[in-house]
């Protein structure tokens, strides 16, 4: 039967990657730097985890040389580009340029109707979850979710399966009993070591990404009621139960 509904954040429940990319070269311009990343880089670097773990792939990418130099320096840069470029990001939420996507707050209220308990399993920062959810679903929103994981709690970024491992563990659940909803693949990757049938609704960043071995890959969730969801995953649990002639 299933007890809880497990959502990744970024690109998941809404479609940030945008306003993250915006963000991240505001944040280059005001440093001084060189750098703009396009579309088609930021496509590439989502395959990295992580705002901070981007910034130094690319940097190793562009100027492999220069982290022998003073390690210690290129750390408290990084720091300071990410501080920006979340300041940027927290202000482009606030003023309204990103939404939920499509279905997600219908599936909240029906899980909540049913009993079906709600959760966060993201990497992304404490305070982007906050910034999003807070104008999305109102003051109280944190209410809603019996389960909220983030960076601050699983420091391991996906494809690690840490922070739903974690999740499952303060849910007391098994995995069996619970739908991760992703949007990409390392975030696959980690739901499905977890053990979790995962339902994958991509992005333009995303779509071009393998999902093999996800329960369901839909545009959104528009089209999909707490029944239906109850219905695939009670299909995928036959499946994994059954036993070959």
Known sequence: MLQALIFDVDGTLADTEKVHLQSFNQAFSELGMDWHWDTERYTELLNIS?????????WKTVSPDVFAIDANAIEQTIAKIHELKSAYYEAAVRDGQVELRKGIVNV?????????QLAIATTTSPVNITTLLRRALGNEWSYRFSVIEDASTAPRKKPNPQVYLQTLSRLKLLAPACLAFEDSFNGLAAAKAAGLATIITPTDFTAQHCFEGALLCVPD?????????????????????????
Do not use: M, Q, W
């Open 108 to 116: 909240f209220d029906e899980a909540e109707r049913a009993g079906v």
């Open 50 to 58: 992580g705002g901070k773990e981007r910034i130094a792939h690319y």
């Open 221 to 245: 969730l528009s089209g999909l009621s707490l029944d239906t969801l109850r219905n695939v995953h009670a299909k995928a649990a036959e499946r994994a139960y059954a036993v070959p002639s």
